[in-house]
Nanobody, 121 residues
């Protein structure tokens, strides 16, 4: 009923930048909190950043000052601008969205398929 399509991952050198996008489509009434998580090999998935429908943002300490989350409510899309990338940012990045469906008034969490970000020289 809801599809999340992520894009923007890739290989970048330390100090470089990438911009991730996550576009939602389907039977969407509204989208509450949207966020980006990441999972590195051998580690648990962790929250990178999140943004509410009202624009309130939250960041992991490790990315504060380097990453910026934003959303376009008209396009049902969330972005993550990643600057000054470090090798320790290497991970699979997942988009997550809390969606209220047209058919119900309940919120359901949805995940994207993940996009690989590799920071290496």
């Amino acid at each position: 009923q809801v599809h999340l399509v992520e894009s923007g991952g890739g290989l970048v050198q330390p100090g470089g930048s990438l911009r991730l996008s996550c576009a939602l489509s389907g039977s969407i009434r509204s989208i509450n909190r949207m966020g980006w998580y990441r999972q590195a090999p051998g580690k648990q998935r962790e929250l990178v950043s999140a943004i509410t429908s009202g624009g309130t943002t939250d960041y992991a300490d490790s990315v504060k000052g380097r990453f910026t989350i934003s959303r376009d409510n008209g396009k049902n899309t969330v972005y993550l601008q990643m600057n000054s990338l470090k090798p320790e940012d290497t991970a699979v990045y997942y988009c997550r969205a809390e969606v209220v469906l047209l058919t119900t008034y309940y919120m359901h969490p949805y995940w994207g398929q993940g996009t690989q970000v590799t920071v290496s020289s």
